[in-house]
C-alpha cells in the first residue's frame, strides 16, 4: 500500500512472502475522487528448498493473485494455498 501511495497507482507485488490486500479510497462530498490498492500476493516456492534459512523457521505465506476484470473495473483476489490446495471457482487444485 505503501508504494501505491506513493506513486498514485494501484499495485501488485508478487513473491513478498505475505499475502494481503490494502485499499485507500478518497472521497469529496460522497463522491469517490480516489480508490488504490495495493496487492501482495505471497509465494509459491518449495520452502523445504529454503536451505538459507538458519533454523529453517519461516512466516512466509503461500498465496496467488487473481485480477478479475469487469470493464474498467479491476477486482483484486487474494486466493490461499493450505496444505498444496489451492481453491478458485469452485474447484480445488492440488499442486
Not at 57 to 80: E, F, M, R, T
Request: proline share 2%; glycine share 16%.
Amino acid at each position: 500500500m505503501g508504494l501505491a501511495r506513493k506513486i498514485g497507482y494501484s499495485v501488485v507485488c508478487g513473491h513478498t512472502h505475505k499475502v494481503g490486500l490494502l485499499h485507500d479510497h478518497s472521497s469529496v462530498s460522497g463522491r469517490i475522487t480516489r480508490e488504490l490498492f495495493g496487492f501482495e500476493v505471497g509465494n509459491l516456492m518449495d520452502q523445504k528448498r529454503a536451505s538459507y534459512l538458519g533454523a529453517g523457521y519461516a512466516n512466509w505465506q503461500q498465496s496467488v493473485g487473481a485480477l478479475v476484470i469487469d470493464g474498467k473495473d479491476v477486482h483484486p483476489i487474494p486466493i490461499l494455498i493450505r496444505n498444496g490446495r489451492l481453491n478458485w471457482g469452485g474447484k480445488t487444485y492440488r499442486g
